[in-house]
Protein backbone atom coordinates (compact mmCIF):
# COMPACT_ATOMS: atom_id res chain seq x y z
CA UNK A 1 0.00 0.00 0.00
CA UNK A 2 1.23 3.58 -1.24
CA UNK A 3 1.62 6.63 1.59
CA UNK A 4 -1.11 8.14 -0.55
CA UNK A 5 -3.28 5.36 0.05
CA UNK A 6 -2.97 5.07 3.77
CA UNK A 7 -3.37 8.12 4.28
CA UNK A 8 -6.72 8.39 1.96
CA UNK A 9 -8.03 5.40 4.07
CA UNK A 10 -6.83 7.56 7.24
CA UNK A 11 -9.12 10.49 6.10
CA UNK A 12 -12.24 8.15 5.76
CA UNK A 13 -11.57 6.70 8.75
CA UNK A 14 -11.57 9.81 10.80
CA UNK A 15 -14.38 11.07 8.70
CA UNK A 16 -15.77 7.81 9.95
CA UNK A 17 -15.34 7.74 13.70
CA UNK A 18 -16.50 11.94 13.55
CA UNK A 19 -20.10 10.32 12.19
CA UNK A 20 -19.98 7.58 14.76
CA UNK A 21 -18.57 9.93 17.95
CA UNK A 22 -21.67 12.09 16.61
CA UNK A 23 -24.09 9.24 16.88
CA UNK A 24 -22.37 7.48 19.87
CA UNK A 25 -21.87 4.34 17.78
CA UNK A 26 -19.53 2.09 20.21
CA UNK A 27 -18.64 -0.31 17.86
CA UNK A 28 -18.10 1.38 14.75
CA UNK A 29 -15.74 3.82 17.14
CA UNK A 30 -14.09 0.71 18.26
CA UNK A 31 -13.26 -0.15 14.51
CA UNK A 32 -12.44 3.36 13.57
CA UNK A 33 -9.83 2.91 16.80
CA UNK A 34 -8.42 -0.54 15.33
CA UNK A 35 -8.15 0.62 11.57
CA UNK A 36 -6.29 3.57 12.56
CA UNK A 37 -3.72 1.70 14.36
CA UNK A 38 -3.26 -0.48 11.53
CA UNK A 39 -2.61 2.33 9.57
CA UNK A 40 -0.70 4.30 12.04
CA UNK A 41 1.63 1.09 12.07
CA UNK A 42 2.48 1.83 8.15
CA UNK A 43 2.61 5.44 8.23
CA UNK A 44 5.30 5.17 11.43
CA UNK A 45 7.74 4.11 8.70
CA UNK A 46 7.13 6.90 6.35
CA UNK A 47 9.98 9.83 6.20
CA UNK A 48 8.78 13.28 5.98
CA UNK A 49 11.01 14.15 3.23
CA UNK A 50 9.57 11.14 1.07
CA UNK A 51 6.10 13.09 1.10
CA UNK A 52 5.57 15.09 -2.03
CA UNK A 53 2.42 17.99 -2.05
CA UNK A 54 -0.39 15.88 -2.82
CA UNK A 55 0.80 13.26 0.45
CA UNK A 56 1.61 16.60 2.35
CA UNK A 57 -2.15 18.55 1.57
CA UNK A 58 -3.90 14.69 3.11
CA UNK A 59 -1.81 14.97 6.11
CA UNK A 60 -2.76 18.45 6.64
CA UNK A 61 -6.35 16.91 6.35
CA UNK A 62 -5.68 14.27 8.53
CA UNK A 63 -4.54 16.36 11.02
CA UNK A 64 -7.01 19.14 10.82
CA UNK A 65 -9.69 16.18 11.25
CA UNK A 66 -8.02 14.48 13.73
CA UNK A 67 -8.29 17.79 15.99
CA UNK A 68 -12.16 18.03 15.23
CA UNK A 69 -12.21 14.04 16.34
CA UNK A 70 -10.21 15.13 19.85
CA UNK A 71 -12.29 18.01 20.80
CA UNK A 72 -15.44 15.65 19.62
CA UNK A 73 -14.56 12.96 22.27
CA UNK A 74 -13.20 15.56 25.15
CA UNK A 75 -16.89 17.39 24.60
CA UNK A 76 -18.60 13.64 24.86
CA UNK A 77 -16.07 12.87 27.86
CA UNK A 78 -17.63 16.34 29.74
CA UNK A 79 -20.97 15.53 29.08
CA UNK A 80 -21.25 12.25 30.22
CA UNK A 81 -18.85 13.43 33.44
CA UNK A 82 -21.44 15.87 33.88
CA UNK A 83 -24.57 13.42 33.74
CA UNK A 84 -22.57 10.66 35.80
CA UNK A 85 -22.45 13.45 38.91
CA UNK A 86 -25.79 14.22 38.24
CA UNK A 87 -27.26 10.78 38.66
CA UNK A 88 -24.22 10.34 41.63
CA UNK A 89 -25.17 14.06 43.46
CA UNK A 90 -21.50 14.79 43.56
CA UNK A 91 -19.23 17.13 41.32
CA UNK A 92 -15.49 16.25 39.97
CA UNK A 93 -16.68 12.31 40.55
CA UNK A 94 -13.64 11.74 38.05
CA UNK A 95 -11.54 14.49 38.62
CA UNK A 96 -8.61 12.10 39.83
CA UNK A 97 -5.68 13.09 42.65
CA UNK A 98 -5.29 16.94 43.20
CA UNK A 99 -2.07 17.81 41.48
CA UNK A 100 -2.27 15.12 38.85
CA UNK A 101 -4.03 17.62 35.87
CA UNK A 102 -4.05 16.37 32.51
CA UNK A 103 -2.04 18.36 29.67
CA UNK A 104 -3.44 20.45 27.76
CA UNK A 105 -5.21 19.16 24.82
CA UNK A 106 -6.77 16.22 26.28
Do not use: W
Not at 83 to 93: H, L
Amino acid sequence: MTTRTALRQMLALLEGERQALAALDIDRITNCTNGKMELCDQLDKVRPEDLDEECLGLLDAVRRLNTINRRLRNLIATNVQSRIDAIAGASGTYQGLPGHALPQGF
